[in-house]
Structures are given as structure tokens and as C-alpha cells.
């Protein structure tokens, strides 16, 4: 009965190859197709994290998502499995195609549209519905090949799957994003699969297709090859048609340093602008009032040792460079790429004052988490010059536990200054970092600076500048015994935007504003994504 109802659902031909040597096909298609598979999911993640940001929301959705869709697909399939050999054959092609072409086309919606969390759900669905397919058609076609038991075919077919999986989450990382990139990869990945899966079906299973459905088949996979190769060939214009759409005309440099997308425009003091992974860190026609309000009131009392957490671009080391009794700057920066390219870029280099040339400054290229807690080194001042907590790869840089190293980290008397991120657009972030800060054990002075700076989430227009808007940076000045005054040193040196008045001003503001009663964000419980 079992045989007659394989027989029925896979038509009356017989494979074109032996049983044992089709069974072998069709599980390393499975591990192909499940390997690619896991390359256009990880793909999605990444690009979702770089694009939209927050890694923990966009894999949430990603995996959700493809998740359920793929139990849609598996439903769907069973409408197929009369005619598994060609229902295979013809999913494989269209996801080779949505898939390769998925970090493509959510890259464009990102550059011309400036949205792509649609795009990201409808990739994602599209991509789970063809995954979930794939088995119950892999199911009834190795049963055509070799009809073995349903325990052992089901045990095979997920071996092979979970060990594709396996390859494909270990090349991506690996070999995929680091040689070819987020694009050619993707495009690489779906020309494999189309070619993995047609050669499946014409091969093993020509004699369950009609003439026309084989030709059929050769049609539709020699398309989809040929479009993945197009576009991976032009790739290349496309990457700078993009760039021009995201940063204007203006840009000089783009790294992708393997950590992250650093991009510079620009090439005056005015005009330079850097982006880190698509969000504007720097601009050089405001970047002054931040790096003063940051390290100068943090510089009132001892200073002859001071840490830079973060600051690869050399800005924070500037202002603290400027006062001739700083005996040492150490900067823990995770990138080497971007101090490397603040060390020789000739413009960001003048912008940063040449500081990578003074013989006080040390560069450390080490996680700022990490390298505090193997660190015995004491600081008398400590700057954290961080991306803002609400990017999900940046929250234990702001809990807790980290103040707590932090606090170790300096001498008695010492103090702590933390970019705290918009305190006017995101007050809850702001303040919650102020709470954990105390949970330390620091006792805090907040402070915020507001006017009309360069708005760092704006698009810019098509000459590549960004209209000011305002905006408000909110920071956190701390100490290990006491409370800090929060003033400039006698002996600061003359600044361009901050004022022993403005700076009284803006701590009376920060008060004004207080949220009170919010909880601090640790390791186990981050609290910073209650206020996006």
C-alpha cells in the first residue's frame, strides 16, 4: 500500500540512478539547500541590525517570522507532492531569487526609500513559506529513489539538513561576509542554490518530467543564474549609487572594516562628516560642542591619567590632549579600522588635532567590557565616548555592571563623564543610564546641552548637507567618592561653545527635566528599549 501511494504521488518513472546513489543526491541537496537557507537568514539579520538597527528586536522579527512562515510553506507543499520533482525544481529557482537577491533590494529601500522594515517582513515571509516547502517534497522524493522506512528517511533528511545548517551559519561569519560581502554573498548563496536544486531534478529525476517541464525547468534556472550574475557583476555601481542616495555626493572614503561600515564625506573641516554603520557619528560643523560639553567638565581636579572609552576617531583625545599636565590618554576602541583611518585620513586627522601623533596618547584595540575587567591600570578621569545605549550591541556598555568596573577603574577622587545618549527625544534612556550609574555606586551630576546642532537622523539632501534641528545631548558626570561640581577647570583651555555659565545652565535644565524612580539596566534586565 505504502509503495502504491509513493508510486502515485511521484509518478510512474523510475529515478534515473540507482536507489543508493540517488539517496546520496538527495541528501546533499538537502544539506546545500538547508546551508543556503540559513546564509539568507543570517543575511536578513544582519543587514536588518546595520540598516535598522537594534540586533535583538530585527532577529526577534526575522526568526519569528521566517519561523511561522515556514510552517505555511510545509501546509502549502502538501498541493505538490503529486508532482514533487518539478514543485521542487521551481521553488528552489524562486528562492534562489528572493533569496540572492534579498540584501539587494533591502540595501535599495534603505538608500531611495528610507524605510526597508516592510521589505524586511516580506523577505522574510517569502523566504520561510519556500524553506518550509523544501521538506515534504524532500520527503516524497527520496522515498521515489529508495523506499526505506519513514523513521530512518525523516532521520536522514534532518541530519543532512541540520549539518547544511551548520556550514551555512559558520561560512557566513566566516568566509561569505568577510571575502565577499553582505551583497555578493547573497547573490553567490542563490546562484548555488538554483544550481544545487535544478541539478537535483534534471539529473535524478528527469524521467518524472514532461519534455516540456524539463525545458521548462533549464529555462527558469538559466534565468535566475544569469540575473544573480548581472547584478553580482554590477554590484559594485550599484554600492556607490547607494552611498550617493544615503550620504550625498560627498563621499571620499568607505571601509568596511569587518566590524563595521565606516564612511567618510566630505573632505573640509566644514564639511566632514563620518558615518558608522549608516548613522551619522561626526560632523565637523558641530562636532566641537559636543566633545567640549564631554571631557571638559570631567577635567576639573586631577587629571594626569585619563581613559577614553570608545573615541576611535581621535575627537575626545583632542580636548583632553589640550591640557599640558595629561601625562597619559589611553583609548580602548573595539575597531582598529576606524583609529587606523583617524590616524591617516588627512582630513578626520586635522579635524582630531593630530592626536594620534602625541607621544601621551595609547591606542588599545579591545571591548571597553572586556578590557576594563582584566584592566588593573587606575584612571583619574574616564570619558565614555560610546554609540548611544538604544543600539542593542552597545547596552552592556551602559549597564550596571559596567559602571561597576568603571568605578574600579578609578582613583580616589576620580571622576566619570558618559554620553547618555538625546535626553530630549529619548528621556527614559537618558535617565535610566543616570540610574544605573548610581546603582554603581557613583554619585552623579547630570548635564545636557541643547540648541540647534547637525540632526544625526535626518537624510541628507542631494548636495550632502544636513539641516540643523534641535536637538539635545544629554550627558552624565559621575564620581567614585562625592558628588562632582560641575564647572571648568582653572586652567581649561579657551573653548569655542562651553562656558562656566552655560555649563551651570545646562545641569539646572538636566535637573528640571528628571525623571524620577526608573529602574537601572543590567546584564540580565536592559532596560533601554522602553524608550524607542
Request: aromatic share 8%; net charge positive; with cysteine.
Amino acid at each position: 500500500m505504502i509503495d502504491q501511494q509513493i508510486s502515485l504521488r511521484g509518478g510512474a518513472a523510475c529515478p534515473s540512478v540507482r536507489p543508493r546513489a540517488g539517496r546520496c543526491l538527495v541528501l546533499a541537496a538537502v544539506f546545500v539547500c538547508a546551508a543556503c537557507g540559513l546564509v539568507y537568514e543570517l543575511e536578513l539579520v544582519a543587514l536588518a541590525s546595520y540598516l535598522i538597527g537594534d540586533s535583538v528586536t530585527q532577529a526577534s522579527v526575522v526568526l519569528s517570522v521566517m519561523v511561522f512562515a515556514m510552517g505555511v510553506g510545509s501546509l502549502l507543499a502538501k498541493r505538490l507532492c503529486s508532482r514533487a520533482a518539478v514543485g521542487f525544481g521551481v521553488i528552489e529557482a524562486v528562492l534562489a531569487l528572493v533569496g540572492g537577491s534579498s540584501a539587494v533590494v533591502l540595501y535599495a529601500t534603505f538608500a531611495w526609500v528610507g524605510e526597508s522594515r516592510y521589505a524586511l517582513v516580506g523577505f522574510s515571509l517569502a523566504i520561510g513559506v519556500l524553506i518550509g516547502a523544501e521538506i515534504p517534497l524532500l520527503m516524497t522524493l527520496i522515498q521515489r529513489v529508495d523506499r526505506q522506512d519513514a523513521g530512518g528517511t525523516v532521520a536522514d533528511l534532518f541530519a543532512a539538513d541540520y549539518v547544511g545548517a551548520l556550514v551555512g551559519g559558520l561560512a557566513f561569519p566566516f568566509l561569505l561576509l568577510p571575502v565577499l560581502g553582505q551583497l555578493t554573498g547573497a547573490l553567490c548563496t542563490g546562484a548555488i542554490n538554483a544550481a544545487a536544486g535544478g541539478a537535483l531534478v534534471l539529473w535524478v529525476f528527469r524521467r518524472d518530467l514532461t519534455p516540456r517541464s524539463r525545458w521548462l525547468l533549464i529555462l527558469v534556472n538559466v534565468m535566475v543564474i544569469a540575473v544573480l550574475a548581472v547584478v553580482t557583476a554590477l554590484v559594485g555601481d550599484f554600492e556607490r549609487a547607494a552611498r550617493r542616495a544615503v550620504y550625498g555626493n560627498g563621499v571620499r572614503v568607505a571601509v568596511q572594516t569587518g566590524l563595521q561600515e565606516v564612511v567618510l564625506t566630505g573632505a573640509g573641516r566644514g564639511s566632514l562628516a563620518l558615518y558608522l554603520d549608516g548613522r551619522l557619528r561626526v560632523s565637523a560643523r558641530d562636532e566641537y560642542r559636543y566633545h567640549e560639553a564631554l571631557v571638559h567638565p570631567a577635567m576639573d581636579g586631577p587629571r594626569a591619567h585619563v581613559l577614553i572609552l570608545g573615541g576611535g576617531d581621535g575627537l575626545a583625545a583632542r580636548e583632553a590632549l589640550r591640557y599640558p599636565d595629561v601625562r597619559g590618554v589611553t583609548i580602548v576602541e573595539l575597531d582598529p579600522g576606524l583609529t587606523r583611518l583617524a590616524r591617516t585620513d588627512r582630513a578626520l586627522s586635522a579635524l582630531n588635532g593630530h592626536a594620534y601623533r602625541d607621544p601621551r596618547l595609547t591606542v588599545v584595540d579591545a571591548d571597553a567590557f572586556n578590557w576594563l575587567r582584566a584592566a588593573h591600570a587606575r584612571y583619574d578621569v574616564v570619558i565614555s565616548d560610546l554609540p548611544d545605549p538604544g543600539i542593542s550591541a552597545s547596552t552592556k556598555l551602559y549597564s550596571a555592571e559596567f559602571y561597576g568596573l568603571v568605578a574600579e577603574a578609578l582613583t580616589p577622587g576620580g571622576r566619570v563623564v558618559v554620553h547618555g545618549g538625546p535626553s530630549m527625544s529619548r528621556p527614559r534612556t537618558y535617565w535610566t543610564v543616570e540610574a544605573s550609574m548610581g546603582e554603581a555606586g557613583l554619585r552623579t551630576r547630570p548635564y545636557r546641552i541643547t540648541g540647534r546642532f547637525t540632526d544625526f537622523t535626518a537624510g541628507p539632501d542631494r548636495a550632502g548637507h544636513r539641516a540643523p534641528s534641535e536637538h539635545g545631548w544629554g550627558f552624565v558626570l559621575a564620581g567614585r567618592d562625592r558628588v562632582p561640581t560641575l564647572r571648568l577647570a582653572a586652567t581649561a583651555p579657551k573653548l569655542r561653545s562651553l562656558t562656566g555659565s552655560s555649563l551651570a545652565r545646562a545641569g539646572r535644565d538636566a535637573e528640571r527635566a528628571r525623571l524620577r524612580g526608573l529602574p537601572p539596566s543590567t546584564l540580565v534586565h536592559p532596560r533601554y528599549w522602553e524608550d524607542r
